[in-house]
């Protein structure tokens, strides 16, 4: 017999119904306890206890404004602070989540969440389609600007370039693991890598390497907290890449029950950050404007 449903189910892809919100998070919260090995009552309302830490990894270069040290005399301390760092802290601790955060050679980082033992997830990372394939991706939290650096001394008109396509004459430079995106398969191929943003820039002051294409803003916080010293003072100028959209970055979780529960969870928390108008707030305090 088709009888119509007591209540409307909601649509694919939406938020359920305000009057089951309680009950919503308690379902989230319930799959998450199951899948970190806690009981279920961990997770219910009127159970404070939440469940076992969750471990989060990042670069351990540094991605300031997004992941970065806390500096006292200009040396790194234990205290981790950025747009991301303070962001996650507000999506688990409104949940009632434990977590904490490691800094690890990024390629170990990428590994270790791949493997998911014992890293759940990682902060910042763009979304390939081997990365697809391997993690689970939240939704896109913010965005990157790819610029072009260079040596102004060798180059003191600028490069001139109209489109990705005319960096082809030039030995470009980077760091391992990183995907860049931006730039085709031939060319990062032929890019020479490094595991450090002060021992690549090394590499173009010393001439071993033509450009460097980077996000302009992590350049800029590298500069703030002492990581790079200033650019301009070493010589070093920069231009938009020609032709190239905004890049995306996501959180990235492990494709198992844990991590399924906790991508979950980010995305019902970045929707409602969204909406509410608190990550537009958060981008502004912590994020650079790109010229």
């Given at each position: 017999?088709?009888?119509?449903?007591?209540?409307?189910?909601?649509?694919?892809?939406?938020?359920?119904?305000?009057?089951?919100?309680?009950?919503?998070r308690?379902?989230?919260?319930t799959?998450?306890?199951l899948?970190?090995?806690?009981?279920?009552a961990a997770a219910r309302?009127e159970?404070p206890?939440?469940?076992?830490?969750?471990?989060?990894?990042?670069d351990?270069?540094?991605?300031?404004?997004?992941?970065?040290?806390?500096?006292?005399e200009?040396q790194?301390?234990?205290?981790l602070?950025?747009y991301?760092?303070e962001?996650?802290?507000?999506?688990l601790e409104?949940?009632?989540?434990?977590?904490?955060?490691e800094?690890?050679?990024?390629?170990?980082?990428?590994?270790?969440?791949?493997?998911?033992t014992?890293?759940q997830?990682?902060?910042?990372a763009?979304a390939?389609?081997?990365?697809?394939?391997?993690?689970?991706?939240?939704?896109?939290?913010?965005?990157t600007?790819?610029?072009?650096?260079?040596?102004?001394?060798?180059h003191?008109g600028?490069?001139g370039?109209?489109?990705?396509?005319?960096?082809?004459?030039f030995?470009?430079?980077?760091?391992r693991?990183?995907?860049?995106?931006?730039?085709?398969?031939?060319?990062?191929e032929?890019?020479?890598r490094?595991?450090?943003?002060?021992a690549?820039?090394?590499?173009?002051?010393?001439?071993?390497?033509d450009?460097?294409?980077?996000?302009?803003?992590?350049?800029?916080?590298l500069e703030?907290?002492?990581t790079?010293?200033?650019?301009?003072?070493?010589?070093?100028?920069?231009e938009?890449l020609?032709?190239?959209?905004?890049?995306?970055?996501h959180?990235?979780f492990?494709?198992d029950p844990?991590?399924?529960?906790?991508?979950?969870l980010?995305n019902?928390?970045l929707?409602?950050?969204?909406q509410?108008g608190e990550?537009?707030?958060l981008?502004?305090?912590?994020?650079p404007?790109?010229?």
């Amino acid at each position: 017999m088709n009888a119509r449903p007591d209540r409307p189910c909601p649509r694919p892809g939406l938020s359920p119904p305000r009057r089951h919100a309680t009950r919503w998070r308690a379902s989230v919260l319930t799959a998450l306890a199951l899948a970190m090995g806690q009981p279920a009552a961990a997770a219910r309302d009127e159970a404070p206890a939440a469940p076992s830490t969750v471990r989060i990894c990042d670069d351990a270069n540094e991605w300031p404004p997004y992941t970065f040290a806390e500096r006292r005399e200009g040396q790194p301390t234990g205290q981790l602070l950025g747009y991301s760092v303070e962001l996650i802290r507000l999506i688990l601790e409104r949940r009632g989540v434990s977590f904490a955060i490691e800094l690890l050679p990024w390629k170990r980082c990428l590994m270790e969440v791949r493997d998911g033992t014992r890293y759940q997830m990682l902060l910042n990372a763009s979304a390939t389609p081997e990365r697809e394939r391997d993690y689970l991706i939240s939704s896109a939290y913010h965005q990157t600007h790819s610029y072009v650096f260079f040596d102004r001394k060798r180059h003191p008109g600028g490069l001139g370039l109209r489109s990705k396509a005319d960096l082809q004459p030039f030995v470009l430079g980077g760091i391992r693991g990183y995907a860049y995106p931006m730039l085709d398969d031939a060319q990062r191929e032929r890019m020479l890598r490094t595991g450090s943003y002060p021992a690549l820039f090394r590499m173009l002051q010393l001439g071993r390497v033509d450009v460097l294409v980077e996000d302009y803003e992590a350049m800029r916080g590298l500069e703030r907290t002492g990581t790079l010293g200033s650019l301009a003072a070493a010589g070093i100028a920069s231009e938009p890449l020609p032709g190239t959209a905004p890049l995306q970055y996501h959180m990235m979780f492990s494709r198992d029950p844990r991590g399924s529960a906790l991508h979950q969870l980010v995305n019902e928390e970045l929707a409602r950050l969204q909406q509410s108008g608190e990550l537009q707030r958060l981008q502004q305090r912590h994020l650079p404007k790109v010229p």
